[in-house]
């Protein structure tokens, strides 16, 4: 299918990684939060502080899905396990062995996968940590197993600002992107879709036993949630699994490696980065260590993932385990002097109002700091966020059922083909300054305890 | 600037929770917003940069729109006045003068009605003031006559900011368009001072008017008289040109439909008005005029060429400014192309129709904000049914 989707925005930050692996970045201590997960809410701790894990040895379970394990990254010692809001278990601590021992699990050849039964495609994904590289939609959860997805989803190029390069990123790795599309054929019986950017020469046209679309547009062309909206939209009642390229990775190293190896390349972008580049990591690396000597010694903000998706993290935390793409920006926390009505080219706008001038140089790489620009409103403007939303969906109308707990209303509006991360660019553009992504979130939720 | 910083940071802890005038607080904050771009960041999670517009600054963007307006209208205001005295010499300046004279009291009465009223709601509720009164508290005067008792501008502005907006929650919640619920409001209550001959329209400051001036607007000719006198003054005063420049007498800001045509055009560059209502409110105007120019017989006012009607009286100004007030409008995209429509289709009905009312617009929009949510229901039901039509397909 060819896609052409002409609504969206596209901002350019200055600070895009050059394409160059600069090495491999090595922690003593990993770190693995089951908060990087949505709706988790009856957690098994397996394991103790002081007890020795190796790569893929499970730490975590959730009872409601309790098939699923959450595994350790590395191997080492559980140093801590540390507790939040009624014991829930928010960060576990473990100190690395200079060589990383991996649990051993099945080695299959490229044409053993194949043979392999849906069962034991699903024994291997769910206890050696891999499976949580998945989502299910609606709700955006870690899939549970016994929901057999309509289809699956992977959109294979990000068009977040300071995105990854999945070209660059996954060269060479195609037999294991493979091998993941081949395993993942066992758990639907419909079909695995793969969106690449239209024209281009791609390394995921190589890939057989998957749909291939071609895709053209700016972001957020590149929103697997998107695609799905365009290629066979999610009806009430059905599941829909979506993964990116990182998750085909490791799925494809647990069936032809054996081990459960959470390395992947993720960008350190941003315009506080001095040199801009791809390193190789494991899950639940600290985010000093990645940034360590990397930063200009300005007052910035770290954020794990993208600046419009992504979570503001200090030093002390660890870089999210979906997030392939660490954003360092510039914090905006100064006053500005008539700052709502001077003209300005430099700040960015999706927005012509007066003296915004930005439009006049859409190519150009911006500094964008965290600055609101202004404080929260009543919603006025009308029309704006279905510019940036390539879907037919009245997002305005959807997030004041949400404010409004009516749950038909949010089923007929279509909230299950939407996540937080569709409508990012509506909370950037939005001139009452409304956390969007929250609101909608919030919305997920209700929706999914009800 | 500094100074201003400084100043504020000193006084800001009175106005803290804790502090001596915590409750006036949004006053405050009102006032170190309007200063300076606070230095609040985005929240921990979702977007961590932020688009640079604000409301601020999109209503500051349609007032700049309706400035031409307000300039223009002052200038007229001199110039009929001087018309109607039967000074023909009289300069630029002198017109400006007379007419700022006049309008610049009325302005400033709607914004301090206004702001004092969304001030004290605002203290009331904790709410921080929202800046939509900047745009309506510009709107009341261009629509007044200029000969309007500043007494009746405040009443009229106490009543359409309580019971066309804060009643209903702000900023953001109304039905009706503020600014034309203010003007509804006094045409109602105070019908003499809102309607009828040159005392009215035209300031002359107490003096004599001379022989020959009528005074009148457009279309108090047109709903008054026969076809054929009504016709003949169509031809020499209220040509189209005069007409279309807008040096006739009317309300303030709305008699010069080029001065609504910049206005619309800054709008619409600035994407902060709906280029889709002011085209089709322009449409239907037209498109109704003409269906009741063809049909013969019938009254004076079917008689006017229908090029007229997008120049006559308020029409471009309701258009341009009223209808594409986004709170109050149709808020789907397919919504505003029938809701412009009919407006400007109403208008032309009711001007062609209703003598008693030959301004149509001023109906017609508070006509059409009572229906938008219906027109938005049908459009967000066609959406709902398409979701739905998906999955019987899929049963099926």
Redesign the interface.
């Known amino acids: 299918m060819n896609l052409k989707l002409k609504k969206g925005f596209d ?1 350019n930050l200055a600070g895009k990684a050059k394409p160059e692996l600069a090495g491999e970045i090595i922690s003593e201590i990993y770190s693995f939060k089951p908060t990087d997960f949505n709706a988790i809410t009856r957690p098994k701790v397996l394991v103790n502080e002081g007890d020795t894990v190796k790569a893929g040895t499970p730490i975590f379970r959730d009872k409601k899905n309790e098939q699923v394990y959450f595994c350790a990254p590395v191997s080492g010692e559980v140093v801590s396990i540390t507790r939040g809001a009624k014991r829930f278990p928010e960060e576990f601590k473990i100190l690395a062995d200079k060589e990383i021992q991996y649990v051993e699990f099945p080695k299959y050849s490229e044409s053993d996968i194949t043979r392999l039964s849906k069962e034991e495609v699903l024994e291997a994904m769910l206890k050696s940590g891999v499976w949580p590289n998945l989502v299910e939609r609606p709700f955006g959860l870690v899939p549970n197993p016994d929901n057999e997805p309509r289809d699956i989803f992977i959109s294979a190029f990000d068009t977040h600002p300071l995105a990854p390069d999945y070209e660059f990123v996954f060269k060479g790795q195609e037999k294991y992107l493979q091998a993941g599309v081949t395993a993942l054929q066992k758990l639907t019986k419909g079909r695995i879709h793969i969106s690449i950017p239209s024209g281009n020469s791609s390394i995921f046209k190589s890939l057989t036993g998957v749909q291939i679309h071609q895709v053209s547009g700016i972001h957020p062309a590149g929103n697997v949630g998107v695609q799905i909206h365009h290629i066979a ?1 999610i ?2 009642g059905e599941h829909v699994w979506t993964t990116t390229p990182y998750g085909l990775q490791q799925i494809g190293r647990l069936f032809l490696d054996g081990r459960y190896d959470s390395s992947k390349v993720i960008a350190l972008a941003g315009s506080e980065v001095i040199e801009p580049k791809y390193y190789q990591i494991k899950n639940g690396i600290s985010i000093a260590k990645l940034v360590e000597n990397k930063l200009k010694d300005t007052n910035s ?1 770290i ?1 794990s993932g993208n ?6 993290v200090s030093k002390e935390d660890i870089i999210g385990f979906n997030h392939n793409l660490i ?1 360092v ?1 510039p ?11 001077l003209p ?1 080219s430099k ?10 001038f ?1 439009f006049l140089s859409p190519k150009k790489e911006r500094v ?17 966020f ?1 510019q940036v939303l390539p879907m ?3 997002p ?2 959807l997030l004041k059922a949400i404010l409004a707990n009516d749950f038909e209303e949010m089923e ?3 909230i299950y083909e939407v996540l ?1 991360e569709d409508f ?1 660019l509506c ?7 409304m ?4 609101i909608l979130r919030e919305g997920i939720d209700a929706l999914q305890e009800a | ?1 500094k100074f ?2 400084d100043t504020l940071d000193k006084i800001k802890p009175a106005f803290e929770k804790g502090g001596k005038l915590e409750k006036l607080h949004p006053a405050y904050d009102a006032f170190e ?26 209503m ?2 349609v007032i ?1 729109a309706m400035i031409p307006c307000l300039l223009f209208g002052m200038w007229n205001v001199g110039h009929q006045h001087f018309l109607a005295l039967g000074n023909l010499e009289a300069s630029f300046i002198d017109k400006l003068i007379i007419g700022a004279w006049v309008v610049l009291p009325v302005v400033v009465i709607s914004y301090a009605v206004g702001l004092g009223i969304e001030f004290y709601f605002a203290v009331q509720r904790g709410h ?1 003031v ?3 009164y900047l745009v309506t508290g510009m709107l009341i005067p261009l629509v007044m006559p200029p000969t309007i008792p500043w007494w009746q501008v405040a009443v009229a502005t106490a009543f359409a900011v309580v019971v066309a907006k804060e009643v209903f929650g ?4 109304n039905v009706l368009n503020v600014a034309m619920t203010a003007r509804a409001f006094l045409y109602f209550a105070y019908p003499g001072d809102m309607a009828g001959a040159t005392d009215v329209w035209v300031y002359t400051g107490g003096e004599k008017i001379v022989d020959g001036y009528a005074g009148a607007t457009a279309l108090g000719i047109a709903a008054d008289q026969n076809t054929t006198d009504a016709l003949a003054s169509f031809g020499s005063f209220f040509s189209f040109e005069n007409l279309f420049i807008g040096n006739v007498p009317g309300s303030i800001g709305e008699t010069s439909a080029l001065m609504c045509l910049i206005g619309a055009g800054i709008l619409i ?4 008005g ?1 280029w889709k209502i002011i085209v089709s409110g322009f449409v239907g105007a037209y498109v109704m005029a003409a269906l009741f120019y063809v049909i013969p017989g019938g009254n004076a006012f079917m008689a006017i060429p229908p090029h007229y009607h997008l120049v006559m009286g308020g029409l471009a100004f309701g258009v341009v400014f009223m209808a594409t007030d ?2 109050s ?1 149709a ?3 397919v919504g ?1 192309w029938y809701y412009g429509f009919l407006i400007g289709a109403l208008t032309v009905l009711i001007r062609v129709f209703n003598p008693a009312y030959p301004e149509g617009i001023m109906l017609a929009v508070l006509l059409m904000n009572v229906f938008a949510p219906l027109i ?1 229901y049908y459009v ?1 039901e066609a ?2 049914n ?3 039509k ?2 019987k397909l ?1 049963i099926a």
């Open positions: 901002i939209p009806s009430r903000r954020v600046v419009l998706t992504g979570l503001k954003s920006i914090e905006g926390d100064d006053y500005e002097f008539l700052g709502w009505i300005t700040k960015l706008s999706f927005h012509r109002a007066f003296g915004l930005s964008l700091n965290t600055n609101m620009n202004g404080e929260e409103r009543a919603i006025v403007q009308s029309g704006v279905e037919d969906i009245y305005v109308f007929a509006l279509g937080e990012a909370e950037f553009v939005d001139v009452s300054k956390e969007i992504q929250r | 600037m201003v910083r917003t309007f200063a300076f771009v606070p230095k609040h960041t985005t929240p921990k999670l979702g977007a961590q940069i932020r688009d640079a517009i604000d409301l601020k600054r999109m500051m963007t700049i921080s929202n800046e939509g702000g900023t953001g919640m560059f600035t994407g902060v709906s986004p709170v409008a808020q789907t995209e505003k938005d967000i959406n709902k398409r979701r739905i998906r999955l899929k």
